[in-house]
C-alpha cells in the first residue's frame, strides 16, 4: 500500500480583523476552515475552487509560509506546526512550492544563475565547481539553455520564468511540491508545455504534487485525486473520474456545468447559482453553501455537514447524503 507522505488534520488559518484606534480584534477571516486530507507518496492531488475559497491559503498553510491557526500537518512523519525553526529549515529541503506569479516570485536583482545557486547555498550544500554544474543540470532538465545563466527574470517569457521557478524548487530535490495555480497566468499554449513538463519531471523524479488551481479542465488533466473547496471548507473529494462523471455535491455540480464542451453539437445544462459568495468573516451557520444551494433544507441551515464517505473513495459534505 502507498504510504501518505503528507496528512493534514483540521486545518484552520484564520485572519484576525481589527478595528478603532486601538486596533481591537472584533472578529476573523476563516480563509480556511477545519479541512483534513491525506496525499499519497508520488500522486498529483488538485485543490480546486472559486478565487477566494482558500485554497492557496491552504497551500501556503501547509507548508507554513502562513501561520496557521489550529491543526495538524504532518510530513513524511514530522508534525510541521508544532516544528521549532531549525527543524522547519531542514523540512523545507523537502517541501517546496511553486508560486502563481513566477515574475513576482522570482528577485528582479538577481540573475537566473544567482537564483538557483541561493538554494544550494542557503542549506551548505555544495558549492564551487560542483555548485556550477548542479545549475547547469538544473537548467538542462527544465529545457532552459547555460547560454541564458547570467541574464535577469525581465529577460525572460512568462514560460520560461515558470520554467525557472520549477528548477528553483526542484534544486533540493524535494518530495513535494505544491504547485500553486502555475499555469494561470501563462497563455493556453504555454500552460500545456509547462504541465508537460511538470508531468515529466514527476516520473523522472518520483515527486509529489499539491496542484491548486481554478481550471477544471486543467485539474482534470493533471490529477488523479480532487478536493473541492468553497468558503475555506472541503465539500467533495473523489479520484477524478468519479468526481467529473458523478459529481455528488451541489456545488460541484455548479462548478462542472460551466466547464465549456468543445463539441458545438452537444448541449450541457447549465446550473446558474443564485446569489453572491458570502463574506469568509461572516460565513452563514450550518452548510457554508446553503445560501446559493437549490437543494437547501432546514438541517443545512442549522448543522454544518461533515465530510462523509458515500462510496469508495468518494467523500462528499453534504445533508442530501445520509451517513
Known amino acids: 500500500m502507498t504510504k501518505h507522505v503528507l496528512e493534514v488534520q483540521h486545518l484552520k488559518t484564520y485572519f484576525p480583523i481589527r478595528t478603532g484606534f486601538l486596533q481591537s480584534v472584533t472578529g476573523y477571516v476563516k480563509a480556511v476552515d477545519d479541512i483534513s486530507f491525506n496525499v499519497r507518496e508520488g500522486e498529483t492531488f488538485g485543490i480546486v475552487g472559486e478565487s477566494g475559497c482558500g485554497k492557496s491559503t491552504a497551500g501556503r498553510s501547509i507548508l507554513r509560509l502562513i501561520e496557521p491557526t489550529e491543526g495538524k500537518v504532518v510530513f513524511d512523519g514530522n508534525d510541521v506546526a508544532k ?102 497566468a501563462l497563455d493556453v499554449s504555454i500552460q500545456s508545455q509547462i504541465l508537460n513538463l511538470m508531468q515529466q519531471l514527476q516520473r523522472q523524479f518520483g515527486l509529489t504534487y499539491i496542484f491548486i488551481a481554478h481550471d477544471l479542465s486543467v485539474i482534470k488533466h493533471f490529477c488523479g485525486r480532487v478536493a473541492v473547496m468553497y468558503l475555506g471548507r472541503i465539500v467533495e473529494l473523489a479520484d477524478k473520474i468519479s468526481l467529473y462523471r458523478e459529481p455528488k455535491h451541489p456545488y460541484t455540480r455548479a462548478l462542472l456545468s460551466a466547464v465549456p464542451v468543445p463539441d458545438p453539437f452537444v448541449r450541457k445544462e447549465r446550473i446558474i447559482l443564485q446569489g453572491d459568495v458570502p463574506s469568509p468573516s461572516n460565513a452563514p451557520q450550518g452548510c457554508a453553501f446553503h445560501t446559493r444551494c437549490p437543494a437547501t433544507t432546514e438541517r443545512c441551515k442549522q448543522e454544518r455537514p461533515i465530510l462523509r464517505r458515500v462510496m469508495d473513495g468518494h467523500q462528499v459534505a453534504c445533508h442530501l447524503y445520509p451517513s
Do not use: C, W
Open 83 to 184: 516544528a521549532t525553526d531549525s527543524q522547519l529549515r531542514a523540512m523545507r529541503r523537502h517541501m517546496q512550492i511553486v508560486f502563481q506569479d513566477p515574475f513576482a516570485s522570482l528577485n528582479p536583482r538577481h540573475s537566473v544563475r544567482r537564483i538557483l545557486e541561493e538554494p544550494y547555498i542557503v542549506h551548505g550544500i555544495a558549492s564551487g565547481k560542483e555548485l556550477s554544474e548542479r545549475v547547469l543540470d538544473l537548467m538542462n532538465v527544465v529545457g532552459l539553455s547555460s547560454t541564458q545563466l547570467d541574464r535577469y527574470p525581465h529577460q525572460f517569457s512568462g514560460g520560461q520564468r515558470q520554467r525557472i521557478s520549477i528548477a528553483r524548487a526542484l534544486a533540493l530535490n524535494p518530495k513535494l511540491i505544491v504547485a500553486d495555480e502555475p499555469v494561470s
